[in-house]
């Protein structure tokens, strides 16, 4: 009787994403507050409290 090996493994794994705070202060700069405003603010916000991104990983 020949054993079957186990399927591989997986671990599933949740991350919020990250903001590139330079750019978007230098954009701030540039564009004399509109862009932190109407963009970067609210970007950050959601970045916050919006869904996880998914990060699934396979191991052999």
Known sequence: MT???PPPGRAIS???KKTSHGLHLFLTIVTAGMWGLFVWFPLTVWHKVGPKRKIVT???
């Open 14 to 16: 949740r991350e919020r």
């Open 58 to 60: 396979e191991y052999k």
């Open 3 to 5: 054993a079957v090996p």
